[in-house]
């Protein structure tokens, strides 16, 4: 079992940067492959970047990809998503996702999900 809680998220002009956190609890998070989702107003949820259980492999939405960059530290039990240069697209609410296997990008492949946290930006 792991449970996520997700901060960093706020207001931010058009071309800044936010840092969002995921703290897990449990003692399997460095087993879980880990994701970030985002779901703005009218929209689904759509996949963000995604972070292997060692934190040596990636992957990112075209959308992201040289703006945005995950983390993880599992000593600390926390996944990182660095946004910069961010655009008002960008808007939307900010989930992380942990998943059992690594390169999972269907929302339906994670297992467990935070409450997520409100990214605005405005141009």
């Known amino acids: 079992q792991v449970q996520l809680v997700e901060s960093g998220g706020g207001l931010v002009q058009a071309g800044g940067s936010l840092r969002l956190s995921c703290a897990a609890s449990?003692?399997?998070?460095?087993?879980?492959?880990m994701g970030w989702f985002r779901q703005a107003p009218g929209k689904e949820r759509e996949f963000v970047a995604h972070i292997s259980w060692s934190g040596g492999s990636t992957r990112y939405a075209d959308s992201v990809k040289g703006r945005f960059t995950i983390s993880r530290d599992n000593a600390k039990k926390t996944v990182y998503l660095q946004m910069n240069n961010l655009k008002p697209d960008d808007t939307a609410v900010y989930y992380c996702?942990?998943?059992?296997?690594?390169?999972?990008?269907?929302?339906?492949?994670?297992?467990?999900w935070g409450q997520g946290t409100q990214v605005t930006v405005s141009s």
């Open positions: 449990g003692r399997t998070f460095s087993s879980y492959s």
């Open positions: 996702a942990a998943a059992g296997a690594f390169g999972v990008t269907e929302s339906r492949g994670y297992s467990y």
